[in-house]
């Protein structure tokens, strides 16, 4: 009777043994990693044998090798090795390709062959050309005839010699993109592959299945949203997908796609509260400015050339991007500053703390994964790939591959989410990135405009989403768009966002709002041994709207720290005041071309020794 066994030891070298053709079936993705089955029946001979499931990702956590089978025979161990002598699977069209590319070359060294026959004969022409003075008897006429055969001579080679510099230059061009084609698609080949071998005992001759699974490492999945309102009147749709890629040295062709939420890299140890203690001498900093969007550039440091394709993730959240055709990334970042892992294949992976809203990086060639992989010159600012349906056999430039909507079945587990794809779906092992929209939600929506002229006059259009938590979103960039355009991203943060998710779909020119002070009427005042400031703001908003909208406006008062320091609010024209924090609120709504103003005075009073900034 055979039942579970784990993995026991590495060899590099196997035994002579029986191989077995497996076939991957099920792939559970993991935020960071992926779990393969791989199932196989096996005809066991009688008496103790090893079976050889090969083609193995070499990439594979070894410890969590399992290995499952029923039947009357026994599993005495199992074991991995790493196959040197294999290669793992390529995408067929690659020798198609280096066909071509042979080709090519051969056509440039025959151009470069005819181009020096070609300077031969000028060099000839040259060497034997007639020059006056040297024979005093030639004949004039003869001596003309001659220097125009020369000159027309010259004048072909020369025209010729151009041609075929032009011809070479040309084809070179051609060699190039399938020289970076080919380095896109075969990056992260290796010419070594796992083998497990399973050793086995049995009395006589059995038929069994077996079940063989495993835990890979540079797999993973990360979730983008699009999020979509037609008018202010109508429910926000959003489409959750799952952005999927791996290149652990497999084709997973029509299998069973199991997206999870969980993340097998996250330490599953309960964290220690140690005593926080204090000392004197402690100062107090003021946080730095925060920061939601982080662009940049990513370059190779071998030649300087953009990297198109690099993943950009923030650390320890699912919240991921990848680089432009032109090594270009933007991405939104939650709060506080993180960190940026930025991973790419053949490539050691960097990590960079968030100290700017600009971060450019420099990636770093991995020697040990340059000496596997099978061609790694790459310096392209483009993607290319073959167009098979024509005769020419082009290069056509190709974006991210998406699929179709696809039947999903979410189920939800104790610690984590897992996403069923009811199609077959692939994952070519080229680690680009394939989306698979996993939901499609319409969800009302309440909007509102919102306002702080103290910081800025632009007015914003949000979207408030209420209960969207029950839909299991997890952290993610959000592209935006409203009544038809694109506006741009947004993040949901489900770390920090509450019942109530708030969405901004841009600004509004149509609101327009001002903050002035009034001048006279804030003043100076000397009383004794202190000195009162007043400041008297006064706030305009105007719709220029044909409808109807609901306005929010922000502003603030001073918060005194300190007894010495007084602060009294005069006038807030029915807004709001929040005494910890000093905000002050209005909620309005302004029908078609209304023009509403708004008053806010305060006063502050302090020792006039003392200088303190009122604004």
């Known amino acids: 009777m055979a039942g579970l066994v784990l993995f026991i030891s590495i060899q590099v070298k196997a035994d002579d043994g029986q191989k077995v053709s497996s076939k991957v079936q099920k792939v559970i993705v993991f935020l960071t990693g992926g779990q393969v089955t791989r199932t196989a029946t096996v005809a066991i001979k009688p008496g103790n044998s090893t079976l050889i499931f090969g083609d193995i990702s070499p990439d594979i956590d070894a410890q969590s090798i399992q290995v499952h089978a029923n039947g009357e025979f026994t599993i005495l161990s199992v074991k991995q090795e790493l196959n040197f002598l294999g290669e793992q699977v390529k995408q067929k069209h690659i020798e198609e390709m280096r066909d071509q590319q042979k080709a090519l070359r051969d056509k440039i060294d025959l151009q470069n062959d005819l181009l020096n026959v070609y300077k031969q004969e000028e060099e000839m022409m040259l060497k034997n050309q007639v020059v006056t003075g040297q024979n005093s008897n030639l004949d004039l006429v003869k001596l003309k005839q001659a220097l125009e055969f020369q000159t027309a001579e010259l004048s072909e080679l020369k025209k010729k010699e151009q041609q075929q510099t032009q011809q070479v230059a040309t084809l070179n061009i051609e060699l190039q993109k399938y020289n970076r084609q080919i380095a896109e698609v075969s990056k992260g080949n290796s010419n070594v592959t796992s083998n497990i071998l399973v050793n086995v005992s049995s009395a006589a001759a059995v038929q069994a299945q077996f079940t063989v699974s495993y835990v890979v490492r540079n797999a993973g999945w990360y979730p983008t949203y699009d999020i979509r309102a037609k008018d202010v009147n109508s429910p926000i749709s959003i489409s959750y997908k799952a952005n999927v890629s791996q290149h652990c040295g497999e084709e997973w062709k029509d299998i069973k796609l199991i997206l999870s939420t969980g993340n097998p890299t996250v330490s599953g140890s309960k964290p220690v509260v140690n005593p926080y203690f204090l000392h004197y001498g402690m100062y107090y900093s003021a946080d730095a400015a925060a920061i939601t969007r982080v662009t940049g550039h990513v370059t190779s440091k071998d030649d300087g050339q953009a990297l198109p394709g690099v993943t950009v993730k923030v650390k320890g959240t699912p919240i991921g991007t990848n680089t432009d055709a032109n090594g270009n990334y933007s991405i939104q970042i939650p709060q506080p500053n993180p960190t940026l892992v930025f991973s790419y294949i053949g490539y050691e992976p960097i990590e960079r703390r968030v100290s700017g809203g600009a971060m450019n990086v420099i990636m770093i060639s991995d020697t040990k994964a340059l000496s596997e992989v099978v061609v ?27 699929t179709i909507p696809i039947a999903v079945i979410e189920n939800e587990n104790q610690t984590n989410i897992e996403f069923n794809i009811s199609n077959p779906f692939t994952v070519p092992g ?43 979103f997890l952290s993610g960039e959000a592209n935006l768009f409203f009544e038809g355009t694109y506006i741009g991203k947004s993040l949901i943060d489900t770390h920090t966002a509450l019942d109530t998710l708030n ?8 609101i327009v709002v001002s903050r002035t002070l009034q001048k006279n009427l804030s003043e100076k005042q000397f009383f004794g041994s202190n000195k009162k400031e007043t400041k008297d703001w006064l706030i305009e908003v105007k719709n220029r709207k044909s409808q109807s909208v609901n306005l929010l406006v922000e502003d603030q008062v001073p918060v005194s720290q300190n007894s010495a320091i007084e602060v009294e609010a005069q006038e807030l024209s029915g807004g709001k005041l929040a005494p910890l924090t000093g905000k002050v609120t209005w909620n309005m709504v302004l029908n078609p071309l209304d023009d509403k103003k708004i008053g806010l005075k305060y006063q502050v009073r302090y020792p006039k020794t003392q200088n303190v900034i009122v604004q």
């Open 503 to 510: 969405l901004s779909l841009g600004t509004d020119k149509n």
């Open 430 to 472: 080229d680690g680009k990135q394939y989306a698979v929209e996993i939901n499609q939600l319409n969800l009302p929506a309440y909007y509102e405009y919102s306002v702080a002229p103290k910081l800025s006059t632009d007015v914003f259009l949000t979207a408030k989403l209420t209960d969207w938590n029950k839909y299991n």
């Open 376 to 402: 790694t010159a790459y310096g392209s600012s483009s993607s290319y790939d073959r167009d098979y349906s024509s005769s020419s056999n082009y290069l056509k430039k190709v974006e991210l591959k998406e």
